[in-house]
């Protein structure tokens, strides 16, 4: 073989994986002696990812619905031609019911491509860039790139990822290679079949009912959650089997606000909106902090393609905390202040707003704890997309150079198998971790599992006893093999949760995203949850709010307020709705809850209607055998909050006493901005409690209290509340607007 | 379980489960769009194409016989319905990807009005002169290369649609390669720096 060309050509075929084994050795061969063919070699993996920067393009909605149309038609007309072929098939006393059903089926086809379907096909490749072949020896080649430039160390590579993964997980992969979307439905089943007690909502396909569970599950879900002790008691079993067959009815509605989502994959669990509840009746309200932001980044990433977020995708708590508000830095004992302000509500002038604001102590550089992190990367073939990997990599690369001698790094990849890419590194040394985030390759399925073990059990090897460890997970959500159902995955973390490992869950991309998994994730962890949809977001989490990111100063964070019955009739929490705790779990120490990280901001709002209101809630008979006695006072409330020193395992408890002198007129400020958030928050979940919201008021209010605003993130806001302003139909503008039919 | 492509077009074929075809277009969609998309290099062309593959395929006008192995089938057909296209502008004008650049098209690019941070825009950029360069490669060779390189097909199933030799298939995609590497030798070589 002295042909140059000649040579290439097979090396071009072998980096395809299509050579020949009598071929692929002698390519091995030359390879190894000839630094021009290296080259080559090294170039074609270039050139792949530099074509992959052409990303591919969604079909647009009017050819999406001319096909549709045109299968609809396709499937009536066989009908019909099966019709006038067997017309004794209407009389006949089974055949007359199969024909009704095929023919509601053929009627609801719209209904169920939405719904059930992208339940069952989940094809990676349908929204995904091109996929590698995911073949063992792929995934040791993508990985073997990524560890270095020379092909020698193959073979130790490909013994170290055997060695990471068990006999059975191997076995996986390799059903998955067989045949990804198979394995990919399997998934599926097994979450929808597997007992996930820690599960609290019924998990659904966006833009769609959740059509293909069945309804005695529905049922056992719902009992679930009233065996869960969750305050919104008013939904019981009842009202959530009535809500499954009333989303039936809106769908034509929901197929007209969100047309674009056919096809999507992505997962958001159901939210079932806090209610009022009546001071007499439920005197208490005791919720856990929530510091993520991820919705908020989400839902700015559909509003940017021109989409309104899927009402489930919109946690209102996690728009308002996007925000740092200017409370009081804590100077005393406790690591953090609690601010509390009342006004009247903007969208609803009979009631009044509170808020509850929490600031955590920023640290200083000195203070900053040593710190151990693990970064755990998903390099799956889903991850092959310019907001995947690529963003993935600025966004460490932007984090690495905030380190220094104080933190040490590993890199732990999972794809197809879970490897080791880097060994734990002082941050000090950029160039090396750098370079190992460089040579970061997608390729292969996602054995999320495995890799979160091998991540874990990194983080403990290199354990810092006064400092701060830490495993980042960076994925776009899909763990399609090994221990992949929410239960096991949650189980496996809240596990490694009591050795003393946080938890950062970073989430990327779209088309495939598991939100619902990637929150419950977090939230057992120990951990905070980001959504990171562009550079600036990424700057965001990993340079402006490091420290935020990185370092816990207290956890389970819990807030309970004990209203007045004298002066408050009933009371709302904007948000929270996953995050809402039984008035016990206040005291008891062993019930987790949020985590707050340095210089974190944290704003719960509730909504209050005053004692002399004339609304009525609920319609309870009065007690007859108890009789609760009202002690007069002038306060509105008492807000106590309960957190823990991050390595300590009991409760301190903070109290403070909200009157009726702190209600302004409007909120001013920072409070009026925190509450054009939950307003706009209200407006895209298009609440049944969003009374007066408008666009224009919180675009109006917004401006007002823009305040510095040095990061420009409020003026984006403003940007964005007026993009749904354009593509919500559901508010008319004035007379004479049209409804797209 | 999931079905297999082959297994749902044999009830959609013989009538027993029809409404399963509609996965396959869940499947296909976004693969059948990307292919014409990258070959003829202009939306609306590919558009075209896209809801005329599917739409024949859903009313059986091409016969699909279930031995063979669909994804191949299907490429093959879309191919197939390409070169038509091709051959029918060519007949009118010259319009080879002149629409790149028009109104038309940028409509499509969905804007990043978020950043125009300068790393955005090299990406940008890389995008557009990928595009070019896989524009400027002999038919065959785009067709050979395009599968491989974006939809990770093996030879085997290349030279299956493609309708000619292993051999040839190894040449195209070599081929190819070594143009696109000439054409885009600034992202490739950059790292040596």
Redesign the interface.
């Known amino acids: 073989m002295n042909n140059h060309v000649e040579i290439k050509e097979l090396v071009s075929a072998y980096f395809d994986g299509q050579a020949t084994t009598q071929e692929k050795r002698l390519v091995e061969d030359h390879l190894l002696e000839c630094a021009s063919c290296q080259e080559y070699y090294r170039q074609l993996h270039k050139l792949s990812a530099t074509l992959n920067e052409w990303t591919n393009e969604d079909l647009s909605p009017d050819l999406e619905q001319k096909i549709q149309r045109g299968l609809k038609e396709a499937l009536m007309d066989r009908e019909k031609a099966k019709k006038t072929k067997h017309p004794l098939f209407k009389v006949g006393v089974g055949g007359g019911g199969i024909l009704a059903v095929i023919l509601v089926l053929v009627l609801s086809m719209q209904v169920y491509n939405k719904g059930s379907f992208e339940g069952r096909i989940k094809s990676p490749t349908d929204n995904v860039g091109p996929q590698y072949v995911p073949k063992d020896d792929q995934i040791a080649r993508a990985v073997q790139s990524a560890e270095s430039d020379t092909l020698q160390r193959r073979a130790s590579i490909d013994n170290k990822i055997a060695a990471a993964i068990s006999p059975s997980q191997q076995l996986a992969s390799q059903k998955q290679i067989d045949d990804l979307s198979k394995a990919e439905v399997v998934k599926d089943e097994r979450n929808s079949r597997a007992p996930e007690k820690k599960l609290k909502e019924s998990t659904y396909f966006q833009g769609g009912a959740p059509m293909n569970v069945p309804a005695s599950q529905v049922a056992k879900r719902a009992r679930r959650r009233e065996l869960g002790g969750f305050q919104e008691s008013s939904y019981g079993a009842y009202d959530l089997a009535a809500g499954y067959v009333r989303s039936d009815a809106v769908q034509p509605e929901t197929n007209m606000l969100y047309p674009q989502i056919a096809g999507n994959t992505e997962q958001y669990d159901r939210i079932y909106e806090n209610e009022f509840l009546t001071v007499k009746d439920n005197p208490l309200s005791t919720l856990s902090i929530d510091v993520d932001t991820a919705s908020y980044s989400n839902m700015r990433r559909f509003l940017n393609s021109n989409q309104l977020p899927p009402p489930d995708a919109v946690r209102i708590e996690e728009l308002i905390n996007y925000f740092n508000y200017d409370y009081p830095n804590p100077t005393g004992e406790h690591p953090f202040t609690v601010t509390t302000k009342a006004s009247v509500c903007p969208w609803n002038k009979a009631h009044q707003l509170v808020q509850i604001g929490v600031q955590g102590k920023t640290l200083n550089t000195d203070e900053l704890l040593p710190s151990n992190l693990v970064f755990l990367i998903d390099v799956s073939g889903s991850m092959n997309q310019p907001d995947k990997l690529p963003l993935l990599k600025t966004a460490f690369k932007m984090m690495v150079n905030q380190l220094g001698d104080n933190e040490r790094v590993a890199i732990v990849v999972y794809a197809g198998a879970a490897g080791k890419v880097l060994d734990s590194t002082p941050g000090s040394n950029k160039q090396a971790i750098i370079q190992a985030i460089d040579n970061l390759n997608a390729g292969g399925s996602t054995a999320g599992g495995a890799g979160i073990k091998l991540a874990y059990s990194i983080a403990r090897e290199n354990f810092i006893k006064e400092g701060n460890n830490r495993v980042i997970l960076a994925t776009d959500g899909d763990f399609n093999v090994g221990a992949s159902s929410n239960a096991e995955m949650i189980r496996l973390i809240e596990e490694e949760r009591k050795a003393g490992v946080f938890l950062t869950v970073v989430g990327f991309g779209t088309g495939n995203y598991k939100d619902s998994r990637m929150e419950q994730i977090a939230d057992k962890g120990n951990g905070n949850y980001y959504y990171i949809d562009t550079q600036k977001e990424a700057k965001k989490v990993f340079v402006s709010e490091l420290g935020s990111t990185l370092f816990t100063i207290a956890k389970d964070v819990k807030i309970q307020i004990e209203f007045n019955p004298s002066k408050i009739k009933a009371y709302k929490l904007i948000g929270y709705e996953n995050r809402v705790l039984a008035k016990e779990d206040f005291n008891d120490d062993t019930k987790d809850a949020g985590e707050l990280g340095a210089g974190h901001t944290v704003t719960a709002l509730y909504e209050i209607t005053p004692i002399d209101s004339k609304e009525e809630y609920g319609n309870v008979d009065e007690m007859v055998y108890q009789q609760t006695q009202v002690i007069q006072s002038k306060d509105l409330m008492t807000v106590k909050l309960r957190y823990k020193d991050p390595d300590a395992d009991t409760s301190k408890l903070i109290k403070q006493v909200i009157t009726e002198s702190d209600i302004t007129n409007e909120p001013a400020g920072d409070f009026q901005f925190a509450a054009a958030v939950a307003e706009f928050g209200l407006l895209l979940r298009n609440s049944k409690f969003k009374g007066d919201a408008s666009y224009q008021d919180v675009l109006m209010q917004a401006k007002n209290a823009k305040g510095e605003d040095s990061y420009g993130y409020r003026e984006e806001f403003i940007n964005l509340v007026e993009k749904a302003q354009t593509l919500d139909v559901r508010v008319p503008e004035g007379p004479g607007i049209m409804f797209k039919n | 379980?999931?079905q297999?492509d082959e297994e749902i077009m044999m009830e959609y074929q013989s009538?027993k489960d029809?409404?399963a075809?509609?996965?396959i277009?869940?499947?296909y969609?976004?693969?059948v769009?990307?292919f014409c998309?990258?070959i003829l290099g202009n939306?609306a062309d590919a558009?075209d194409v896209?809801?005329d593959v599917?739409?024949t395929l859903?009313?059986?006008q091409y016969a699909y016989d279930p031995k063979a192995k669909f994804s191949t089938w299907l490429y093959t057909v879309a191919r197939n319905r390409c070169i038509d296209r091709v051959r029918k502008r060519k007949n009118l004008v010259s319009v080879w990807f002149s629409s790149q650049e028009s109104k038309e098209h940028k409509q499509?690019d969905?804007e990043?009005?978020?950043?125009l941070?300068n790393?955005?825009l090299a990406?940008r950029e890389?995008?557009s002169r990928?595009?070019r360069a896989?524009r400027q490669l002999p038919y065959e060779q785009r067709e050979a290369v395009i599968l491989?390189?974006?939809?990770?097909l093996?030879?085997d199933e290349i030279s299956q649609i493609l309708n000619c030799s292993l051999e040839k298939v190894?040449?195209l995609?070599?081929r190819g390669?070594e143009s696109?590497?000439e054409q885009?030798k600034s992202?490739?070589?950059e790292?040596r720096r």
């Open positions: 379980m999931e297999r009538g029809p409404q075809v509609s996965i277009f869940f499947r969609k976004s693969r769009l990307n998309l990258r939306r558009e896209t809801g599917f739409l859903f009313s059986r499509w969905i990043d009005t978020e950043d941070a790393d955005q990406k890389a995008a990928v595009k896989i491989r390189e974006y939809h990770r093996s030879y190894k040449i995609i070599f390669r696109l590497r885009l992202f490739i070589e790292e």
